[in-house]
């Protein structure tokens, strides 16, 4: 397959570089977590039990009329190959969750990626949004419109004083989860970033690497996201992150200021080195090439860089992972095989940029 | 002053990759020491004595009929500025002791630079001829010719039993000093050089670093030489020191195609990264510049890297020694300084390549 049809293919709208605050926040994320009434949790139910709610809800799926689910598309996990699978995961579209442990697990995808709908995850329904830079309320507004349409044919397991019941108690309540991936290197660089995570903490939200919990830092993207889900409202949940999350960008926008103050030089140094390095390595590990997309991402920012979209960042992160390279390849690749098509595949994408 | 301007000024004939066997050998070097006949040796002369010898020198120049001298310069240490020396060393036209230690001392170089004279060195008299490539006999042949001449003129101190006198013994009998300047990455990588140098010792040759005695082996390029100069006719000399060298390429081959067929991927990545660093970096070391430069040069040799002249070696590992940089930045410049104006120059040059 040529890299420019499988970029066609692999890319999803919201891996551009444009929405508001793009030179520092790559998504917006919006999960709520629902649950049917009547129906045994995932985490506790049989087979039986999870395969009835995935037929309900494969029944609901001709009468949802919301126009971005047009022609969506449904997958049964069972029915993908594990690559493909992995691929998904890798995107940001399913859980490692429903990929591996579900029981009749599934997801309703819309035909722009923006929406995902997972069944007998942890929780039976799990809708997600994910939009470009900083558009949580865009993001939310669309997961409510998806959250509307569904409830027009299921019965949520809902209490008054509660709200929405989940599987985990940490997502009862609004069962909203809200994040932000944000490119941090100015704060990284400048060391601030280890002093700020137990702040965040403290404001009552948690800081994770690019794939969730327990995944490191790579490339110097940090998931920003709310922990509570009870006692607020919605709006209050999205609004506080909302608040966090543009402090950040600003102390982010200070670092980098005062990085090209300081050592400007270093700093462009730094920052071509790695695009030499992304143009001409034949071998290259997942680290080092978040590593280099990090720095030149930052070039590009800061304007050392031009003739070279910021999207870099922004696909490439993913399109690098190991389901990715080897959905690229046709085929299983041993991890050293992976390091190689790495390194080409970046080439190879250097290379479609204009002037470059 | 313009790159192209500075390096049309700049490179001298020898320094392109154009000799035989100029995968591997560089230049080869020969020179001759002599000394005058009733006049004190220069390191023990008076600065009178030392005077007379330059006046005796220079009174005879104009005498000089040999076609390769045709308009050659004569620069008087005294009056060059320490930089422009210091652009001498480094281009191994004179020695850093007649830049700075000598009394008297002088230089007559020969318009392309291959013949150049130092007088007043650590002997009256330094005869050197340097050619690219493999080319000892080449080069003796011219450095005998000036020999010739300057004997027509000057009476050189000489004893039957024990050939021409010098101010050092280890130099007496021939005055000759052959030497070979190699790039050898194969045998540095396989680890073969560590094991190489004591048996080459042992036949009685030196080995060392670019720039002579003590000096590191930059960029893997290692100066033979040998190290008697009597019992054996300078015929035999050369010879012997062509067949070390012979051998030291064959094995140099060898390694090269077995890190090719064990390791060619690895290589290959080695080599594009160095390439990238070099087209891309903003501040560079001398000693990661030669590293760098050794690597591309490699990947030149194997037919890795297309449409960059093997050339970029030899000129490079030159003019980005520190008094060349200062030179083409038009005055002194602090460590600092250079490793940023290195970077620029090297990318600058890199870009006078077609198609690179």
């Keep these: 397959m040529s890299l420019e049809r499988f970029l066609n293919q692999s890319v999803s709208p ?8 793009s030179d520092i926040i790559l998504t917006s994320r919006i999960r709520l977590a629902r649950n049917l009434k009547n129906h045994a949790f995932p985490t506790i139910s049989s087979q039986e039990e999870a395969k009835k709610v995935l037929e309900k809800f494969q029944g609901m799926i001709p ?6 689910l047009k022609d969506a598309e449904f997958l049964k996990m069972e029915h993908l190959q594990p690559l493909h699978k992995q691929v998904l995961v890798e995107k940001h579209l399913i859980s490692p969750n429903l990929a591996e442990q579900s029981s009749h697990g599934a997801c ?4 722009d990626e923006v929406i995902s709908i997972m069944v007998n995850e942890e929780d039976h329904i799990r809708i997600q949004c994910i939009f470009s830079g900083l558009q949580l309320e865009e993001a939310f507004n669309l997961a409510n419109a998806v959250d509307d349409q569904l409830e027009q044919h299921l019965d949520y397991a809902f209490s008054e004083v509660r709200g929405y019941l989940t599987s985990c108690p940490t997502n009862t309540g609004t069962g909203l989860r809200a994040s932000v991936m944000m490119h ?7 060391q601030q970033m280890k002093q700020l995570i137990p702040s965040i903490n403290q404001l009552g939200f948690a800081v994770r690497g690019i794939y969730g919990e327990g995944s490191e830092a790579l490339g110097n993207i940090f998931q920003i996201s709310n922990q509570m889900t009870l006692g607020k409202s919605e709006q209050e949940i999205i609004l506080d ?13 200070s670092a980098r200021e005062s990085i090209v103050k300081t050592a400007g030089i270093q700093l462009e140094d730094k920052v071509w080195r790695s695009l030499g390095i992304l143009k001409n ?3 290259i590990e997942t680290k080092e090439a978040a590593k280099c997309l990090s720095d030149v991402r930052l070039g590009i920012d800061i304007g050392y860089i031009e003739n070279i979209s910021k999207n870099i960042l922004n696909e490439l992160m993913i399109l690098t992972q190991p389901g990715f390279l080897q959905q690229y ?3 299983p690749l041993r991890p050293f095989e992976r390091d190689v098509r790495r390194a080409t595949l970046i080439r ?6 204009k002037n470059s």
Tied chains: 1, 2.
Excluded: D, F, H
Excluded at 14 to 21: D, L, S, T, V
Excluded at 184 to 189: F, R
């Design 14 to 21: 919201w891996m551009n570089a444009e929405g508001p605050e």
């Design 63 to 68: 009468l949802l009329n919301l126009y971005p």
């Design 108 to 111: 309703l995808l819309s035909q």
């Design 184 to 190: 941090l290197p100015g704060l990284v660089m400048t």
């Design 241 to 253: 992150l909302k608040n966090v999350v543009e402090q950040i960008v600003q102390q982010e926008r």
């Design 281 to 283: 390595s034949r071998i």
């Design 329 to 331: 390849a046709g085929g």
């Design 348 to 353: 190879e994408r250097l290379l479609l940029e």
